[in-house]
């Protein structure tokens, strides 16, 4: 009987520390449960902190389609900054650019022409702004020739026997100097064709064809 009794005791003292054993092990797991201890709002905003995605500003310009500053995702690289500024152009220099570099804040990312572009662009620059220059050029000379043509026509004949040295420097190359030798030369004798004014020094063959078309004898 009393063995019967023993045991009894001892079989409810094992069920009795299962029990107890049971309840610890269930606080503990409900302990090391995350963010079970945080208060509620504490929890909502760790959660809203883990959604948002962090963001990097770089600029890109040169060669390419939308040039402007961009708000991209921190590990993004360098093509893929590219890609959101619209791609290259035609023009563009892809092979001066580390496409898979990481783009950080506040980078600028600057695409390049390619040289025989560049050159293209200035050569044709360079014949433009000649071709101005030479129409300019032509058009002053045209306008200066045309201008000794209307002097030339407008010009009346001179009296070279009469003319005073002021009116003799109207012939066209006929400064002060060569005019006061004309009027010291008829002094000497007067001219009877427009031959004597080879009689002048300093009026050759050249000079007089020049001047025969507006001399007069008187």
Same mark, same amino acid.
């Given at each position: 009987m009393q063995a019967k009794v023993k045991k009894l005791i001892f079989i409810a003292i094992l069920l009795t520390g299962c029990i107890i054993t049971s309840l610890i092990s269930t606080n503990d797991k409900e302990k090391t449960l995350p963010g079970s201890s945080l208060p509620q709002s504490a929890q909502g905003a760790v959660a809203s902190k883990a959604a948002q995605v962090k963001t990097v500003r770089v600029q890109v310009s040169g060669a390419v389609l939308e040039p402007g500053i961009y708000d991209l995702p921190t590990n993004c690289r360098v093509e893929e900054a590219i890609a959101a500024a619209g791609g290259l152009t035609e023009n563009a220099d892809s092979e001066r650019v580390n496409l898979v570099?990481?783009?950080?804040?506040?980078?600028?990312?600057?695409?390049?022409?390619?040289?025989?572009?560049? @050159?293209?662009?200035?050569?044709?620059?360079?014949?433009?702004?000649?071709?101005?220059?030479?129409?300019? @050029?032509?058009?002053?000379?045209?306008?200066?020739?045309?201008?000794?043509?209307?002097?030339?026509?407008?010009?009346?004949?001179?009296?070279?026997?009469?003319a005073s040295a002021g009116e003799l420097q109207q012939l066209p190359g006929i400064g002060p100097a060569l005019a006061q030798r004309i009027v010291e030369t008829r002094n000497s004798g007067r001219f009877t064709s427009a031959d004597d004014l080879l009689r002048v020094p300093g009026i050759g063959k050249a000079k007089l064809a020049k001047l025969r078309d507006y001399v007069e004898v008187d």
């Open positions: 570099r990481k783009v950080r804040d506040g980078m600028q990312i600057r695409v390049p022409v390619q040289k025989a572009a560049r @050159t293209s662009s200035t050569q044709r620059k360079n014949a433009q702004a000649k071709s101005g220059l030479g129409e300019s @050029t032509s058009g002053k000379s045209g306008s200066a020739k045309a201008g000794s043509g209307r002097n030339s026509s407008m010009m009346q004949s001179v009296r070279i026997n009469s």
